[in-house]
Structures are given as structure tokens and as C-alpha cells.
């Protein structure tokens, strides 16, 4: 036994590895991001995270996962924080603590391939902040993870490829170790493997049997768990992989979350103490309080859970990621189609099956659930995306067990084809991965300077060349409005505006008390007047009036 109680940022990633290997029981890992995805629409601040981030940082997780996946993308486009600052301030928080982030392979945290050089430069600049790198791709195409898993263990950082996981044709235990001898034979055995149960499918003796077959191939391998509880199974689940031999498991706070994110974190601690499993290092009491201070921040957030609450046991017949799980109803409604909701549950069975059986994770899930929908709209494949094009043409890689019949290639890949070419011509001429240029990144930073009219950084480069239009809206919106992430949620959702003559009182990250007073709102044909002391400093904004649809 180790002489130290926990994992931290000080030690080295073989120290780290070492730790695991040699101290008996099992980990957690707090996933806030997601969380905040599946279950708020990636909606929770920072003043939250911040608020609740002590008691975190005492309880002994293995990490904590703040970063990635859709959260990148939407901090920006909501306007809620710049993510390397978020980065900045949770980092701070929480000294004793790793830092996780999931990326999404060669789509890092958006939802199409980008460039060796933007892969690079992300991973460079992110890792400043990240300490653990959960890197998946959504065909389990290794080579998709090669550039920006290399990075990350160039940088010094904990590295964690995942397998993802689904039931079905094609989905045996012999097909997901050879895949975990892709990855060894790709980045080395000084890594973490993840098993990405992303859907919340099969049961906790499927689960079981994998662990052990990864296990018995690869004894010294380190595992971890990532799953989602939608169909309220992943306790089960979890149990079954400690006990074959996973040594990190992914929970949600019991205040928090906990249907279609992850799973509680104390009620898996319950089940595994009277099974002997013990999690060193872990204090119990900071759970309790950070779910207690929760609760009550939860009320702030409650317009953005689904209004189609409880727990869904045919996500292992539909396969929705959490997340896509979460608005499925939604969506359904808006397009009037609430009533035909299992019907187009049916064709995404069915879409799931024809286009391969392959993973319904980011950006597949959006590929297998917009077809579905367009399918029922439209008719079968009338309807076709260019992502679902992309797709069949190979550009994310190769189907890993069979290929699309004949039929769904040459109604997708001939839509509104100008040419007349036939589908085999397409696939011959244009199939395959493309080799993407590299990005001119000195060109992109002098363009986004001149929009912005003044210098700008590399973190704000790397986000520009990203996500263009939502990383320069959000840029301006800071330089307009400066640091709005100090605003608690109780003021940055409140409904029904400002008093003339109120006044708001915020505390920043160190602690001191800033005082913004509403002198004055002026509405106009077109736009709203808005004059406030801020600080005692007079400051008057004008913002435009969305029009009406």
C-alpha cells in the first residue's frame, strides 16, 4: 500500500499509473460535464461549479471531469464563460484534484474532423489545465485518436482511449480486446482504457463478462467505467465492473443529476462497502454537503431538465446517448411529432441497424437520430444530410462490422447530384478519410483581430478556428459586458428584468463584493437601454431586441 491517500496533480502520469496498480480498492471520478449536458443542456455556471468546488476538492475523487464534449461549444455560444477560463478558476479551486476532459478524437470537442494542426495546437493549450484525457472516437476507428492521443502523453498528461461500448451484431467480447490491442499497440500500456457505456445499454453481467475479458488478455491493464443511468441500471452496472476488476467508475452527485448522466456516487459506495469494496482516500461527509449545497442551486436550473422526466428501460432497443436521450421528447415535440415518438424510435432502430450498428455517441447519435427524424418526415433516406453523406462516404472512418445495402448508397449519395455520377463512381472517386490541410493559423489570428479590433490570444485562436461564429459572438459579448460569469444563476436566469433603483450584490472568485445598481432601462422600437452603476461606475448598454419568428 502506497504511504499517500490519493491521487493528485503534483504526481506524474507513472506515478499515477503506479498508484492505481498497487493501492487495492477502487476510484471515482465526479462528472459535472456531463451532468451538466444530459440532464441541464450544458446550462450550469460557473458560480455553481465554484460554489460547491471545496467540498469536491476534499472528498478524494480520482478527477474531475468539467471539460469537453458539448460543453466547450456551448459555454461559448450561451455566453456563459470562456472555457479556458473556466479551466482557470476550477483549476484553482480544486489544487488536490485531476482535472478530466473527454474529446472527441480527431472531431476534438466539435462534431466534424479538424486539421493535424488545430488538433495540436488545442491539446497543447488545453493541457496547460487538463490532467486526464478520456479520448474516444465514435466508430472506434484507433487511428481517429493517434494525433491528438500522442499529444496528450507529449504534454506529460493522463492518457485515457476509450472503447465505446454497444450490444448487438457484431459487439463480443473478442471484438472489444482486439480493439484494446489496437490501442496498446498504438500509445503504449502507460494509459488508462476506458470503457465508454455511453448509451446505458446491457446489463450488469454484460458488463462483467467484458471487464473479464479485458482483464484475462490484459491483467495489468487499468480500466475505468464511463456510463449513463437512463434506464436506471448503472449501479448494477458498476458493481459488476469493480468487482471483474475496473478500477475508476464515473458518479454524479446525489443532489445532481443521476438520471440520464451518471449514476450517484454515495448510493454506489453503500452497495460496494457491504460487498467489501473500498474506495481509499474517499471522505463520505464533502458528498453529503456538495449534495446538499446542490439541491438548493438545482432549483436555478430546473426550466432546462426535460419536462419528460424518469427513467427510460427502452434505451437499449432506441441507443440515444444521454444527452440526445434527454431533448429526444423535446425535439419530437417541436416538430409536432410527440405523438409519433415511437415511431420514430422504431426508424432509429432501424436506421441503426441498416447504417451498421454502430455507436449512437457524438456525432453519430445527431447522424442515426436527424436521419430518423427526416425519415419519418420525409420518407426513407428522400431527406439526406450532408453528415449522414459524409458517413457512408467513409470521412470518419470505416464501418467496423458490415456496410449499408447497396440501395441507401445510391439514394444518399446521388441526392441532388449535378453530375450524374453513380454512387459506386462517388465511392470510388471520393471515399475514404481525407487528408486535411493544415489550417494558416497566422492568416486565421490576423482575421480574427481585425474583427475584433484589437490583439488576440492563442486560447482565443484556438476556439476561433473551432467554433468561428460562436467563439467571436462571445468574444465581443465579454469585451462589451466583461466577466458575466460572476453572476450567480439566480441573476443570470432571472425572468422579468430589473427594477429601476435595484440593487445586486456578487461576490467574485477572491471573495470580494462587487455591487452593480439598475439606474435606469429605456425600451426603444429596436433595442433596450439599460444604466447601471457597476462598482459606482456609471456604464449605459444598449442591446437589440430579438425579433420575433
Known amino acids: 500500500m502506497p504511504d499517500r491517500e490519493r491521487v493528485t496533480p503534483k504526481m506524474s502520469v507513472r506515478e499515477i499509473l503506479a498508484f492505481l496498480r498497487e493501492t487495492p480498492g477502487y476510484f471515482l471520478t465526479n462528472n459535472e460535464r456531463d451532468v451538466s449536458q444530459s440532464d441541464f443542456k450544458c446550462r450550469i455556471l460557473p458560480r455553481t461549479t465554484l460554489r460547491v468546488a471545496p467540498y469536491r476538492d476534499d472528498t478524494g475523487y480520482f478527477a474531475f471531469e468539467i471539460s469537453g464534449g458539448a460543453s466547450v461549444h456551448l459555454d461559448l455560444m450561451n455566453k456563459q464563460i470562456n472555457p479556458f477560463e473556466k479551466l482557470r478558476l476550477v483549476k484553482k479551486r480544486m489544487p488536490h484534484t485531476l482535472i478530466q476532459t473527454v474529446c472527441r478524437g480527431r472531431n476534438l470537442f466539435g462534431y466534424r474532423p479538424y486539421p493535424d494542426n488545430v488538433l495540436r495546437m488545442t491539446v497543447r493549450l488545453f493541457a496547460r ?71 446505458a445499454v446491457g446489463s450488469p453481467r454484460r458488463i462483467a463478462s467484458l471487464v473479464a475479458a479485458i482483464k484475462a488478455r490484459y491483467p495489468e491493464l487499468i480500466l475505468a467505467y464511463h456510463g449513463h443511468n437512463t434506464d436506471g441500471n448503472d449501479l448494477g452496472r458498476m458493481v459488476a465492473a469493480v468487482e471483474n476488476g475496473v478500477k475508476i467508475v464515473e458518479v454524479a452527485d446525489h443532489g445532481f443529476g443521476g438520471m440520464y448522466s451518471q449514476a450517484p456516487a454515495l448510493s454506489l459506495i453503500q452497495t460496494l462497502n457491504d460487498d467489501g469494496y473500498k474506495a481509499p482516500g474517499l471522505k463520505v461527509q464533502p458528498i453529503v454537503d456538495a449534495s446538499d449545497l446542490l439541491r438548493r442551486e438545482r432549483r436555478h436550473y430546473e426550466r432546462f431538465e426535460t419536462p419528460f422526466r424518469g427513467f427510460d428501460p427502452t434505451v437499449k432497443r432506441h441507443k440515444l446517448t444521454g444527452g440526445a436521450a434527454s431533448i429526444a421528447f423535446e425535439q419530437a415535440e417541436k416538430l409536432g411529432l410527440l405523438e409519433r415518438i415511437h415511431e420514430i424510435f422504431s426508424e432509429l432502430m432501424e436506421v441503426n441497424r441498416e447504417l451498421g450498428n454502430i455507436w449512437s455517441v457524438t456525432p453519430g447519435s445527431q447522424i442515426l437520430w436527424s436521419t430518423a427524424v427526416s425519415n419519418v418526415i420525409y420518407g426513407r433516406y428522400e431527406n439526406p444530410t450532408d453528415d449522414l453523406k459524409n458517413l457512408l462516404l467513409g470521412r470518419y472512418g470505416p464501418f467496423p462490422f458490415y456496410e449499408p445495402q447497396q440501395w441507401i448508397y445510391e439514394k444518399v449519395l446521388e441526392h441532388r447530384r449535378r453530375d450524374g455520377k453513380k454512387w459506386y463512381q462517388i465511392l470510388a472517386d471520393e471515399a475514404g478519410i481525407q487528408d486535411l490541410p493544415d489550417v494558416d493559423l497566422d492568416a486565421r489570428k490576423r482575421d480574427l483581430e481585425e474583427k475584433l479590433r484589437r490583439p488576440a490570444t492563442d486560447e482565443e485562436l484556438c476556439l476561433y478556428v473551432q467554433f468561428p461564429k460562436d467563439a467571436l459572438d462571445y468574444f465581443r459579448f465579454e469585451d462589451t459586458f466583461g466577466k458575466a460569469w460572476l453572476l450567480p444563476p439566480q441573476v443570470w436566469y432571472r425572468r422579468g428584468g430589473f427594477r429601476d433603483g435595484e440593487t445586486i450584490r456578487v461576490p467574485d472568485e477572491e471573495g470580494r463584493t462587487h455591487q452593480i445598481d439598475v439606474v435606469s432601462t429605456h425600451r426603444k422600437a429596436d433595442e433596450v437601454e439599460t444604466s447601471l452603476l457597476v462598482d459606482f461606475h456609471f456604464q449605459t448598454y444598449s442591446v437589440p431586441l430579438r425579433k420575433k419568428q
Open 129 to 199: 489545465y487538463i490532467d486526464v484525457w478520456r479520448v474516444y472516437d465514435f466508430l472506434n476507428h484507433v487511428p481517429n485518436l493517434e494525433v491528438v492521443g500522442r499529444e496528450v502523453q507529449e504534454a506529460g498528461r493522463l492518457l485515457m482511449p476509450c472503447i465505446c461500448f454497444n450490444t448487438g451484431v457484431g459487439h463480443t467480447d473478442e471484438y472489444y480486446v482486439a480493439k484494446v490491442g489496437e490501442i496498446l499497440d498504438t500509445f503504449g500500456d502507460e494509459i488508462i482504457l476506458g470503457i465508454k457505456n455511453h448509451s
